[in-house]
């Protein structure tokens, strides 16, 4: 028989069963489509050499009248504003003892340190820093004890444990000659309380961490008893950062990168300013900012309540960030959804900020005074799995629920979804907060990064390009996104024994090694029209244009599976090696119907090399028929 040619469907098809879509392709890992063809999705490198403290679920870029390119860092831990190769730590200090206030003790032979303050408020792994102490008497000395320590243990609500160290991090152990307290001029500075790695949705907003409390328990809505999930956004070149569920903090850029950020309560002239919120946003134009989830005033309108209210919104002052009271000199002013249980999360769109909550959307939007902002209902049914599954791209807003993809562009629509039920059956409902949501323009694609049901954290991510409308997946860990603009290049945050920020789609390895474990597969496609006789295959034309730097390395993998009925397990029967240089692959394989799989990866076997990029055409093969023998 002549050879004959194989176009697939472009996108990732697994609705149905690999029979069924017969023609198209049905498994992927780091592959993309593009032009309608599948391609090696591009590399990544680390972008820095120095690491931070924490896992990283936010990144926030913007430029400073000056020039200077900033990048936001929000971390399990801290918030840093990167500049050049050096993260710059502005966490903000939420208490400062007075003096005497902290005292230490030492045992002989031991490296951990008491440390009592009374009503401390810390919670395990909060930063302290002393100053003013003096030496134990021993080997905790005075620069041993006078530098930032991670607190390792919570004693009681008085005391608690720091690991001593040097000023190179190494562990200082106390002897017998360590009887001191540290004096009577120790101050402790506090940063805030940090938040928490790991976050279990169970029983509705607010719900604790595994091992928190009761079962069925609702926590309260603070920052310490939810996933650190931080938001932030410039006012004017100024940064707002805010913690979810914690305070809202004001970093100056004139004050340059060794101050901290203060509490919007400590800005000059601040008046009845939250002391919480879910997320803050500055709106479109008119440079309002909205604090989502906010504590509202009480019947006196004198004071915060201190009490998250999870459908309350308020804004500040135009174009006056520490003015929250609602006048009628002024815009300030506040309102209430009221579809759903709590505000999910927010962003700001064009010319209208959208607000998700667990049962609705909302349409936010300027109206002047005296009401000043008005909430449209956009859609009630509907609701965002997590704060960051929202993103905007060229279409309009791409947000994720719990049961599907969505669309708006000034209504909704569903995005089918080729793949719906291999996402949405593998994702780990316990975490569903940590779903973000990314774009990578330079391709058209918008996708999503979630934990599988076999994974705590991230691992996975699903893409769909929404130029050509086709759907592919992969597996990768990172924690945070931030499509190229300030800086080239995408930038992603993630962990290789320490905590990373990596530029993506640069080269074709990951970070100096081989991709690992690249493939695309078809479905079952049968050898003859009918899918009745058996047929034997004996040659393939592969049609591969190698688009890296690997040279002569330039290797992937032709892997034919054949098999008879739908419900049988496959047999390999042929792995080929191709090169830019192979014309021709000899197969032999009989069977009635067939799956080619085309792979590399850091197996030496699996044909991977440093630097190899490949992109597929349409192959060709060579059957006849055959009988069973």
């Not at 939250?274 to 006196?300: C, E, W, Y």
Request: aromatic fraction near 12%; glycine fraction near 10%.
């Amino acid at each position: 028989m002549p050879l004959t040619k194989y176009n697939f469907k472009p996108g990732i098809d697994r609705e149905g069963t690999a029979f069924s879509n017969e023609g198209g392709w049905f498994d992927v890992n780091l592959v993309r489509f593009r032009k309608g063809f599948p391609e090696k999705i591009g590399g990544w490198v680390k972008e820095q050499i120095t690491t931070y403290l924490g896992i990283g679920r936010a990144l926030h870029a913007w430029i400073a009248l000056e020039g200077t390119k900033y990048l936001g860092v929000g971390t399990t831990y801290k918030y840093y504003i990167k500049e050049g190769n050096t993260f710059n730590d502005i966490t903000p200090i939420r208490a400062t003892t007075s003096a005497g206030d902290v005292t230490f003790s030492a045992s002989d032979g031991d490296a951990t340190l008491t440390v009592a303050d009374t009503s401390h408020g810390a919670v395990q792994n909060d930063f302290v820093t002393f100053s003013g102490a003096v030496t134990l008497g021993g080997l905790i000395t005075a620069p041993v004890l006078n530098q930032e320590y991670q607190i390792a243990t919570i004693v009681n609500t008085n005391s608690y444990t720091v690991e001593a160290k040097d000023t190179d991090g190494d562990t200082v152990t106390a002897n017998s000659s360590d009887s001191g307290n540290g004096g009577s001029s120790v101050v402790g500075a506090y940063q805030i309380n940090v938040g928490l790695d790991d976050y279990v949705s169970g029983s509705g907003w607010g719900a604790s961490t595994w091992g928190t409390g009761g079962w069925g328990e609702v926590a309260a809505l603070s920052d310490t008893s939810q996933l650190r999930l931080w938001t932030q956004d410039n006012f004017g070149e100024d940064l707002l950062i805010n913690p979810r569920s914690g305070g809202l903090y004001y970093w100056t850029q004139d004050n340059g990168l060794t101050t901290r950020a203060v509490a919007f309560s400590d800005l000059t002239n601040a008046n009845l300013v939250p002391t919480k919120a879910f997320q803050l946003i500055v709106s479109d134009i008119d440079r309002h900012i909205l604090a989502l989830g906010a504590d509202p005033l009480n019947a006196a309108g004198t004071a915060r309540t201190g009490n998250i209210d999870p459908l309350f919104i308020c804004w500040c002052d135009q174009e006056n960030a520490p003015e929250w009271e609602p006048k009628y000199t002024n815009t300030s002013g506040s309102l209430r959804l009221s579809a759903g249980s709590q505000i999910v999360g927010g962003l700001r769109s064009r010319q209208e900020t959208l607000i998700w909550t667990d049962d609705a959307l909302y349409s936010v939007q300027f109206i002047g005074p005296p009401y000043t902002f008005g909430a449209n209902l956009i859609n009630q049914g509907l609701g965002m799995v997590a704060p960051k599954a929202a993103v905007n791209a060229p279409p309009g807003v791409f947000w994720m629920d719990r049961s599907g993809f969505y669309l708006y562009s000034g209504s909704v629509s569903r995005v089918p979804c080729t793949v719906h039920n291999y996402i949405f059956s593998d994702i780990n409902q316990e975490q569903v907060f940590k779903i973000f949501a990314f774009l990578n323009r330079q391709f058209n694609e918008v996708g999503w990064y979630y934990p599988s049901n076999s994974s705590t954290e991230i691992d996975r991510f699903v893409t769909y390009n929404y130029q050509e409308q086709v759907w592919s997946y992969g597996n990768l860990t990172r924690y945070a996104w931030l499509d190229e603009g300030v800086q080239p290049y995408p930038r992603a945050t993630g962990t290789d024994t320490y905590n990373y920020i990596y530029q993506h789609e640069t080269g074709n390895d990951a970070d100096g090694s081989p991709m690992d474990n690249v493939y695309i597969e078809t479905s079952d496609f049968t050898l003859d029209q009918s899918g009745n006789n058996f047929t034997f295959m004996h040659q393939a034309i592969p049609d591969i244009l190698f688009t890296g730097d690997g040279g002569s390395d330039q290797v992937i993998n032709f892997v034919l599976k054949m098999r008879n009925y739908p419900n049988e397990t496959f047999t390999t029967e042929s792995t080929n090696t191709v090169t830019a240089s192979t014309t021709k692959l000899n197969l032999r394989g009989r069977a009635r119907q067939a799956v080619v799989r085309l792979e590399s990866d850091d197996d030496a076997d699996a044909g991977a090399r440093l630097g190899v990029g490949w992109r597929l055409g349409s192959m060709r093969l060579n059957t006849r028929p055959d009988g069973r023998r």
